[in-house]
């Protein structure tokens, strides 16, 4: 996806800033507060996930690890929104 060689990082910060700016573009055009919640949480998740792979080097570490650490991030997520959702008037 975003590659192993030098340039790996550089293309990891791109990708990062580029998701950051759909995330400002769903919280500020999408008139349905639920599905905006949604996908900026879901874009959290994915930047979470491109930090475990490119920057902690997540695919050397022992499979349960790799396994806890991506239940944490989606886990959280979930449980964020939907706790935002009951509490959302």
């Not at 080097?57 to 349960?64: D, F, L, Q, S, V």
């Amino acid at each position: 996806m975003i590659g192993t060689d030098s340039a790996g990082p550089r293309n990891a910060w791109l990708l990062l800033m580029l998701v950051s700016a759909l995330s400002f573009v769903a919280a500020e055009w999408v008139a349905e507060r639920h599905i905006a919640v949604a996908t900026i949480m879901a874009i959290a998740a994915a930047k979470i996930t491109v930090v475990l792979q490119r920057f902690m080097e997540i695919e050397r570490a022992p499979t349960g690890i790799r396994h806890y650490l991506y239940g944490w991030t989606f886990g959280c997520t979930g449980l964020i929104f939907i706790l935002w959702w009951l509490s959302a008037p």
